[in-house]
T-cell receptor
Framework: GENVEQHPSTLSVQEGDSAVIKCTYS??????FPWYKQELGKRPQLIID?????GEKKDQRIAVTLNKTAKHFSLHITETQPEDSAVYFC??????????FGAGTTVTVRA | EPEVTQTPSHQVTQMGQEVILRCVPI?????FYWYRQILGQKVEFLVS????????KSEIFDDQFSVERPDGSNFTLKIRSTKLEDSAMYFC????????????????FGSGTRLTVV
């Protein structure tokens, strides 16, 4: 099955700084790469996603980059705010549409 | 915005008992899923369901588990003879995929059912 590695497991940043989380995957057939934000006790919320025919996508302070050759993709959060504190999960899917998740990154934004 | 609804939000059950977790996917979605998240761990795929049958299942989804879409709106996960290690948050999800066009639309997750086996 798909193996998704996510780093770092924890990330502490000063408010206003940027945060970067990276995921690598093993299946070259993977073609859909979403990122989810999960607050304590709540459901995963989709924050951004990218498909394999696109190298980069941006939505306000959040961006995702994809390198299909190297099989890795990254989440970039700029101008971090305290409300960005949460656990972030990357996920990968291919034509079977099931999601394989990374282990998660706990992001703490220090005020 | 349409939501996936799950009931109950929290279920406590005795070890060995059967539980049924319920989900109402978004009405025009075609693909339904159950995922599990043990406390502090990642979300894990259990099963996908399309056209009234299982399309894929993980190694976790053994004979102890079953899914059903008993009517046009509900999607249920049954866990027989529950074990302590079944304690987890169970998320239902649905999405609308157009396989012919090769296009997919992001999942919508329900708010989850926290299952505690004692």
């Amino acid at each position: 099955g798909e193996n998704v590695e996510q780093h770092p497991s924890t990330l502490s940043v000063q408010e206003g700084d940027s945060a970067v989380i990276k995921c690598t995957y093993s299946d070259s057939a993977s073609n859909y790469f979403p990122w989810y934000k999960q607050e304590l006790g709540k459901r995963p919320q989709l924050i951004i996603d990218i498909r394999s025919n696109v190298g980069e996508k941006k939505d306000q302070r959040i961006a995702v980059t994809l390198n299909k050759t190297a099989k890795h993709f990254s989440l970039h959060i700029t101008e971090t705010q305290p409300e960005d504190s949460a656990v972030y999960f990357c996920a990968v899917s291919s034509n079977d549409y099931k999601l394989s998740f990374g282990a998660g990154t706990t992001v703490t934004v220090r005020a | 915005e349409p939501e996936v609804t799950q009931t109950p939000s929290h279920q406590v059950t005795q070890m060995g008992q059967e539980v049924i977790l319920r989900c109402v996917p978004i009405s025009n979605h075609l693909y339904f899923y159950w995922y599990r998240q043990i406390l502090g761990q990642k979300v894990e795929f259990l099963v996908s369901f399309y056209n009234n049958e299982i399309s894929e299942k993980s190694e976790i989804f053994d004979d102890q588990f079953s899914v059903e879409r008993p009517d046009g709106s509900n999607f249920t996960l049954k866990i027989r003879s529950t074990k302590l290690e079944d304690s987890a948050m169970y998320f239902c999800a649905s999405n609308l995929e157009d396989r012919m066009a090769g296009e997919g639309y992001g999942y919508t997750f329900g708010s989850g059912t926290r299952l505690t086996v004692v």
